[in-house]
C-alpha cells in the first residue's frame, strides 16, 4: 500500500468505529461533518475551491452540508473508494504529498477528541517519510504570519518555516514528524511537541492563524 492508502484505511476505519455522531477535534464538526468535508474535497471540485477561496466558501458549506444528510455508510464508503479517476487528488505526486497529511490529520481529528484522547500510532516508514515531505514543502506557507522564528525538527529532518523577523527570537517545535505535523495544521492542544523558545514568543507563535 502507498502511504495515502495506509492513512486512509486508518481514517475509513475510525469513521465507522465512531459512527457519525462522534466529535472531533474540527470545531462544531461530528464525524458525518468530517466525512462530507471529505468527500467533498475530492468530488465536488466547484465546492473544494471554497476551502481556500473564501468568495465561494458559502457555496462549499451549503454542498457539504447537503452532503451530510445522506446516510453516513455511504459517505464513509465515498472516502473509502477514494477519489474519481480525473480528480487532481488521484495523480500520484498530489495524492502522496497532499492525501497522506490530510488522512493522517483527520485520522487524529476521530481518535483524538473526546475526554480519552487515544495516544500517537506507530507509524510505518513509508508514512512517515510522505508526511516529512509534506511537512517540508509547506511549512513557510503554514506559519507565513507568524510574529517569530519557526523552527520544526523531527527525527527525519530540520526544516527552518519562518525566519525570525527583526528583534523577535526563534521557537523549535521538535517531536515525531506526526506530532509536529499536528501543531502545524493548529491541534497543538493534542500534539505531543517539545516547544523551545522564550514564554513570550511561544505565545505569540499560540495566537498565529496557519490556515492556507
Known sequence: ??????ER???VAELRRCGPDAPTLCAG???RDLAAHLVVRERRPDAALGLVLPPVAGHAERVRAGLASRPFADLVDLVASGPPRLSPFALPGVDR???TGEHF??????RRAG?????????PAEVRRALWAGLRGRAVLLYRRSPVGVVLETPEGRVVAR?????AGTVVLRGDVGEVLLHSFGREAVARVEVEGSPEDVRALAGVDRAV
Not at 525566519?163 to 528583534?167: I, K, S
Request: proline fraction near 11%; glycine fraction near 2%; aromatic fraction near 2%.
Open 1 to 6: 500500500m502507498t502511504s495515502s492508502a495506509t
Open 9 to 11: 484505511a486508518a481514517l
Open 29 to 31: 464538526w461530528s464525524a
Open 97 to 99: 504529498a497532499v492525501n
Open 105 to 110: 490529520v483527520h485520522a487524529e481529528d476521530l
Open 115 to 123: 475526554d480519552e484522547p487515544a495516544p500517537p500510532r506507530d507509524l
Open 163 to 167: 525566519r525570525a523577523p527583526e528583534g
